[in-house]
């Protein structure tokens, strides 16, 4: 791992811990382009061992920010909590090592719906349920197409 690439995973890491407390403290928009620049972070690396790192910290701030969002309003626990069993199953489905389009297709998904709650915190509950739910069906997706290749 290079020198820079270094950098840019913990620049990602420290960006998505403060996007988690912005939103915590109703800084809203300050928590989105917090959240965007961790999401950049983890293209920017271009090293293969790098993957691991980005990936976990990825994961821990893209899980960070429902609960953000139950931080600034206690009503948003039980969608946060839906929402992060559902990115549990996904990555679950990720880590099955298929299904990389429906992988693909939930970050983006994930991004888009968190950045708009991040625009319409009242739409939070909503877009979590919803995020949770494609969540499950991506992480069964995946892990149904991972069953194929068993022969019984």
């Given at each position: 791992?290079?020198a820079?690439?270094?950098?840019?995973?913990?620049?990602?890491?420290?960006?998505?811990?403060?996007?988690?407390?912005?939103?915590?403290?109703?800084?809203?928009?300050?928590?989105?382009?917090?959240?965007?620049?961790?999401?950049?972070?983890?293209?920017?690396?271009?090293?293969?061992?790098?993957?691991?790192?980005?990936?976990?910290?990825?994961?821990?701030a893209l899980?960070?920010?429902?609960?953000?969002?139950?931080?600034?309003?206690?009503?948003?626990?039980?969608?946060?909590?839906?929402?992060?069993?559902?990115?549990?199953?996904?990555?679950?489905?990720?880590?099955?090592?298929?299904?990389?389009?429906?992988?693909?297709?939930?970050?983006?998904?994930?991004?888009?719906?968190?950045?708009?709650?991040?625009?319409?915190?009242?739409?939070?509950?909503?877009?979590?349920?919803?995020?949770?739910?494609?969540?499950?069906?991506a992480?069964?997706?995946?892990?149904?197409?991972?069953?194929?290749?068993?022969?019984?």
């Amino acid at each position: 791992m290079g020198a820079r690439d270094i950098y840019v995973v913990g620049a990602g890491f420290v960006s998505g811990i403060c996007a988690v407390a912005s939103i915590a403290a109703h800084l809203y928009l300050l928590g989105l382009v917090l959240f965007l620049l961790n999401r950049v972070s983890i293209v920017v690396p271009s090293k293969e061992n790098v993957a691991l790192a980005r990936h976990a910290l990825g994961a821990m701030a893209l899980a960070g920010i429902p609960f953000g969002f139950v931080l600034a309003d206690a009503r948003n626990a039980l969608a946060g909590s839906f929402l992060v069993i559902g990115l549990l199953a996904q990555n679950a489905g990720a880590r099955a090592g298929k299904g990389d389009g429906a992988v693909a297709l939930f970050g983006w998904v994930s991004v888009i719906a968190l950045a708009l709650a991040c625009i319409t915190p009242d739409w939070f509950g909503i877009l979590a349920y919803g995020l949770g739910v494609f969540g499950f069906a991506a992480g069964g997706y995946a892990l149904a197409i991972s069953f194929e290749d068993i022969s019984l």
